[in-house]
């Protein structure tokens, strides 16, 4: 196993578990918006982008008053040295990231964290994604494009939008099916309709990746179960440092108790306690809510020159 160190911005050493880091502030290269709340940010992380893989992420904080905040690791470009990350701004620290400009420095990003996406000539892979969830599928399914697999992708999200990265999608499946769940672009419905008309029409399907929300996930893997269609998900419990030392990110999966950083983020979608990880998800809603609020008015108070 490697072990790299970081030093943070604040001048901390921090050790990284499979980390490398840059050693100061990680400068924005790029910012675009690609949908309603949704930024790409590419990111200056040379280290990183050499040793990524599909199902990587990075825990990031944005400076050295903020927290850490996981995010996945959607693409990287080795001649710029960059990693490109996308995020949807539903909180205090990623509507602040989301709020930073091209040429803006990020304190830390620590990664690649997480084992990657378990890989391999399995056949038809059909990768879901719900929302956000289509920027942690798209590595995983240029992945598996890779290793030589069929690739039938389906993406959705609550409405056009919010619908992000279908392109990209498009070229790297063989078949591409999309959603929304207000119908205001391609099929009404929801992520798993397209999976159930695939599974009814006897198609032979070998791995399920699903990601998104967690009711998303369930759903697939309720789906998939009983025809024991091979399903992974990717969990997304709070994380703190994402080296296995906070016990931040414990989830229940097959009756053990596990760390999403380091012996996820994906797992047998089958054997995942889903109701403890969604109970465990909403232990800080409350600050989450006023941290949110403070942020808005402190925004606003900003753009008005008060502060
Ligand atoms: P808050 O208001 O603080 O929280 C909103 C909700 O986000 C919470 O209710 C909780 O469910 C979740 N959350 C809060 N803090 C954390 C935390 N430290 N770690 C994990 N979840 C948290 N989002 C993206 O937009 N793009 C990505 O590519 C992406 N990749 C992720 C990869 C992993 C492995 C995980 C675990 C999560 C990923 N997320 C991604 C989710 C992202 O980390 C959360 O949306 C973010 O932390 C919310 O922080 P906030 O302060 O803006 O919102
Ligand atoms: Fe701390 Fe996983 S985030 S143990
Ligand atoms: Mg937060």
């Given amino acids: 196993m490697l072990r790299l160190e970081t030093v943070s911005r604040a001048g901390m050493r921090a050790d990284a578990v499979n ?7 990680n400068r924005i290269l790029e910012k675009h918006s690609i ?21 990587n992420f990075v825990v990031v904080r944005a400076n050295e008053y903020a927290e850490r905040i996981p995010l996945t690791i959607v693409d990287s470009d080795l001649g710029r040295g960059s990693i490109t990350l996308i995020i949807q701004g539903v909180g205090k620290s990623t509507r602040f990231l989301n709020s930073l400009c ?7 990003v620590i990664g690649p964290l997480g084992h990657p996406t378990p890989i391999d000539s399995f056949g038809n ?21 890779a ?65 998104g929300p967690m009711q998303m996930m369930r759903a697939v893997s309720e789906l998939t179960e009983p025809y024991n269609i091979k399903t992974f998900v990717s969990l997304n419990p709070v994380m703190i440092d994402g080296t296995g030392m906070c016990g931040g990110c414990r989830v229940v999966v097959g009756g053990q ?5 380091v012996d996820g983020p994906e797992f047998d979608a089958h054997q995942v306690d889903f109701d403890t990880l969604i109970l465990r998800n909403r232990a800080y ?12 008015t402190e925004q606003i108070a900003r753009f008005e020159g008060l502060v």
């Fill in 147 to 211: 290793a030589g697999n069929e690739v039938i992708s389906i993406i959705g999200a609550r409405t056009r939008n919010l619908l992000i990265l279908e392109q990209e999608m498009r070229e790297t499946s063989d078949e591409l099916y999309v959603v929304t769940d207000d119908g205001s672009y391609e099929r009404k419905g929801l992520v798993i309709h397209p999976l159930e008309d695939l599974i009814f029409e006897g198609r032979c399907l070998d791995v399920v990746f699903a990601i």
């Fill in 125 to 145: 892979v059909v990768c879901v994604a719900g929302g956000v969830g289509t920027a942690e599928v798209l590595p995983i399914a240029r992945a598996a494009k």
């Fill in 285 to 296: 809603i409350e600050e989450e809510r006023i941290a949110l609020e403070r942020f808005e």
């Fill in 257 to 261: 108790t596990k760390f999403a950083c």
């Fill in 35 to 55: 949908a309603d709340g949704i930024v790409r940010l590419e990111i200056e992380a040379p280290k990183i982008a050499k040793k990524r893989k599909a199902g």
């Fill in 19 to 25: 980390g490398v880091s840059a050693p100061m502030g």
């Fill in 102 to 108: 091209a040429g803006d420095e990020i304190a830390d």
